[in-house]
């Protein structure tokens, strides 16, 4: 490959160019042998994210945070009170109940996830599993 790139004068900048990294970080993830992790800095804008005092910051705070939704498990779940007062026109009246999915989507975020990359190499059986109620859906 490397010898088609030169025939066709690409050049690689030694300076710029990493082969074989313990990590990579691309788009907000760290990717090492171990997984896939959120970026640190990513995470800390959400864990300091203030409580939403209208519609509007809280679709931008569960906008960021559906990005993230493979790292939290059950997060459909775990927000779909957020979702639903994201969607209402009624009467901006932050609850308990509001407070509550809020506090537990941040410190779900803040406790260091991971996601495993698939081995298919590996002997273990992979097994899917899957759930679904009225308020939520993941696997």
Same mark, same amino acid.
């Given at each position: 490959m490397l010898k088609k790139l030169r025939d066709n004068q690409f050049f690689a900048d030694r300076k710029k160019s990493q082969f074989l990294p313990e990590e990579l970080s691309i788009l907000g993830h760290v990717i090492t042998r171990?997984? /896939?992790?959120?970026?640190?800095? %990513?995470? %800390?804008? /959400?864990?300091?994210?203030? $409580?939403?005092?209208?519609?509007? #910051?809280l679709r931008?705070? &569960?906008?960021?945070?559906?990005?993230?939704?493979?790292?939290? &498990?059950?997060?459909? $779940?775990?927000?779909?009170?957020?979702? $639903?007062?994201?969607?209402?026109?009624?009467?901006? *009246?932050?609850?308990? $109940?509001?407070?509550?999915?809020?506090? &537990?989507i941040k410190q779900m975020l803040s406790a260091d996830p991971a996601v %495993?990359?698939? *081995?298919? #190499?590996?002997a273990d059986p /992979?097994? &899917?599993m899957t759930n679904a109620s009225l308020i939520g859906t993941g696997a």
């Open positions: 171990r997984g /896939i992790q959120l970026v640190p800095g %990513r995470v %800390r804008k /959400i864990l300091y994210w203030p $409580t939403p005092s209208n519609v509007k #910051e931008a705070f &569960l906008g960021i945070v559906n990005y993230y939704s493979q790292f939290v &498990l059950q997060l459909a $779940t775990i927000s779909s009170p957020l979702t $639903t007062m994201a969607g209402s026109t009624a009467n901006w *009246d932050w609850t308990h $109940t509001y407070q509550k999915s809020f506090k &537990l %495993r990359l698939l *081995d298919y #190499e590996s /992979i097994l &899917l």
